[in-house]
Nanobody
Framework: QVQLVESGGGLQQAGVSLRLSCAAS????????MGWFRQAPGKEREFVAA????????YYADSVKGRFTISRDNAKNTVYLQMNSLKPEDTAVYYC?????????????????????WGQGTQVTVSS
């Protein structure tokens, strides 16, 4: 059983950067693929980025490609989401998710249904 706790959210102006962290406990972190999702008010949860268990492979939603970077530190049991050039449309609750797998299937990693463990989320608000 893995527990996930996100941090780093807040209120930012458009154009600046923000880094989210997700600390994992209760499992062998390096056995899990990790993902970030977000949900804006009145909208469905959407995929943002995913990273393989090793950190060598990543996958991004088109809406964030080139602006966001997902990374992980297996020694610290933490996955990060570096968000640059923030836009008002990035405003959402950001969720960290984990799935125990060493296989890499990008389409599966982009689906919320393919993750077993979820954090509680952290709010990111970007003002124009």
């Amino acid at each position: 059983q893995v527990q996930l706790v996100e941090s780093g959210g807040g209120l930012q102006q458009a154009g600046v950067s923000l880094r989210l962290s997700c600390a994992a406990s209760g499992g062998t972190f390096s056995s899990y693929a990790m993902g970030w999702f977000r949900q804006a008010p009145g909208k469905e949860r959407e995929f943002v980025a995913a990273i393989s268990w090793s950190g060598l492979t990543t996958y991004y939603a088109d809406s964030v490609k080139g602006r966001f970077t997902i990374s992980r530190d297996n020694a610290k049991n933490t996955v990060y989401l570096q968000m640059n050039s923030l836009k008002p449309e990035d405003t959402a609750v950001y969720y960290c998710a984990a799935e125990r797998t060493t296989a890499w299937r990008p389409l599966a990693r982009a689906s919320a249904n393919e993750y077993t463990y979820w954090g509680q989320g952290t709010q990111v608000t970007v003002s124009s």
